[in-house]
């Protein structure tokens, strides 16, 4: 499995090579600057950023670059935010994952070869609100645009996320029951796609105001995000099993629907009234 999975990513890697456009401005207008230099010989072309580094030691951009992420998560508060919320849905969603296989074995009856099937449901959920929520997400965004002079706020990416942040608890609630009263197989698959459905829905949308709020430092934004994400990916799958056991997937589904609501819900709302500023505020301190 590890090696069917590492040469997927590997030939991934390689396609992303060719598939992907550099996005990071300084990254672009330094490689035109380059080009400049080459063709002109006149070495005088060079951008902010290369004049700004131009004096620090390779050893000092190294260590900034590895330190900012870890400093984004601790003392900014839009990344604190995201990473929350990100750090949920990642641990829901491998709660998911590490206990769905053995729900249909123990008990629906089912051999491992079949109970593998249903992570089917997972990857319909996972592509089909991706493939829905990219064109909503760019369509709201547009139409919150004062006009075609309106560049955008990176909080215009927010709408989208609470009908996500509704369908997720949903699924659970949804997969939770059915598996808990034995109702057919197709129920808990049902639920398990509204939930990454959800998941995926509230998720994109995030990625999007991280980047957007972060131009420049998209990278460690996101990396920033991506350890608590990490963390509990590994941490909630610890618990599940137990915790099935002990309340069942019912009420175990429900408090765990509970928790994405409390998180999920308000989340939203902070960051479109207080974004703005706690944007300005961080602007400073990068």
Same mark, same amino acid.
């Given at each position: 499995m590890?090696?069917?999975?590492?040469?997927f990513?590997?030939v991934?890697?390689v396609?992303s090579?060719f598939?992907?456009?550099e996005? #990071?401005?300084? %990254?672009i207008?330094?490689?035109?600057?380059?080009?400049?230099?080459s063709? %002109?010989?006149?070495q005088m072309?060079?951008?902010a950023?290369e004049?700004?580094?131009a004096k620090?030691?390779?050893t000092?951009?190294?260590?900034?670059?590895?330190?900012?992420p870890l400093k984004?998560?601790?003392?900014?508060p839009?990344v604190?935010?995201?990473?929350?919320?990100s750090?949920?849905?990642?641990?829901l969603?491998?709660?998911?994952?590490a %206990?769905?296989?053995?729900?249909?074995?123990?008990?629906?009856?089912?051999?491992?070869?079949?109970?593998?099937?249903?992570?089917?449901?997972?990857?319909?959920?996972e592509?089909s609100?991706?493939?829905?929520?990219? $064109?909503?997400?760019d369509k709201?965004?547009?139409?919150?645009?004062s006009g075609?002079?309106?560049?955008?706020?990176p909080?215009?990416?927010i709408p989208?996320?609470?009908p996500?942040?509704?369908?997720? $608890?949903?699924?659970?609630?949804?997969?939770?029951?059915?598996?808990?009263s #034995?109702t057919h197989w197709?129920?808990?698959?049902?639920?398990?796609?509204?939930m990454?459905?959800g998941l995926?829905?509230?998720g994109?949308p995030?990625?999007?105001?991280?980047?957007?709020a972060?131009?420049?430092?998209?990278?460690?934004?996101?990396?920033?995000?991506?350890?608590l994400r990490?963390?509990s990916?590994?941490?909630? $799958?610890?618990f599940?099993?137990?915790?099935?056991?002990?309340?069942g997937?019912g009420?175990?589904n429900?408090?765990?629907?509970?928790v994405?609501?409390?998180?999920?819900?308000p989340?939203p709302?902070?960051?479109?009234?207080?974004?703005?500023?706690?944007?300005?505020?961080?602007?400073?301190?990068?």
């Amino acid at each position: 499995m590890f090696w069917s999975t590492s040469a997927f990513q590997g030939v991934m890697v390689v396609v992303s090579l060719f598939a992907f456009q550099e996005p #990071h401005a300084p %990254t672009i207008l330094r490689r035109r600057a380059e080009k400049k230099r080459s063709e %002109t010989g006149d070495q005088m072309y060079l951008t902010a950023t290369e004049r700004a580094s131009a004096k620090e030691s390779t050893t000092r951009i190294i260590g900034r670059s590895l330190s900012r992420p870890l400093k984004l998560l601790a003392f900014h508060p839009i990344v604190q935010i995201v990473s929350i919320i990100s750090a949920l849905s990642y641990g829901l969603l491998y709660i998911s994952l590490a %206990t769905f296989s053995e729900l249909f074995v123990t008990a629906y009856g089912q051999s491992v070869e079949i109970s593998g099937l249903h992570y089917i449901a997972v990857a319909l959920g996972e592509i089909s609100g991706s493939q829905e929520c990219g $064109p909503l997400m760019d369509k709201i965004f547009r139409k919150l645009q004062s006009g075609p002079d309106d560049p955008g706020r990176p909080e215009y990416h927010i709408p989208i996320m609470l009908p996500g942040a509704l369908i997720a $608890p949903a699924g659970l609630l949804i997969y939770g029951w059915a598996a808990q009263s #034995h109702t057919h197989w197709i129920v808990v698959d049902i639920g398990m796609f509204l939930m990454t459905f959800g998941l995926q829905v509230a998720g994109m949308p995030i990625q999007a105001y991280i980047i957007d709020a972060y131009p420049e430092h998209a990278s460690s934004a996101t990396g920033a995000s991506q350890f608590l994400r990490s963390l509990s990916a590994f941490t909630f $799958p610890l618990f599940a099993p137990a915790m099935y056991r002990a309340v069942g997937y019912g009420w175990g589904n429900s408090v765990l629907a509970l928790v994405a609501l409390l998180v999920a819900i308000p989340a939203p709302w902070i960051l479109w009234r207080c974004g703005a500023r706690l944007r300005a505020r961080a602007g400073a301190s990068i």
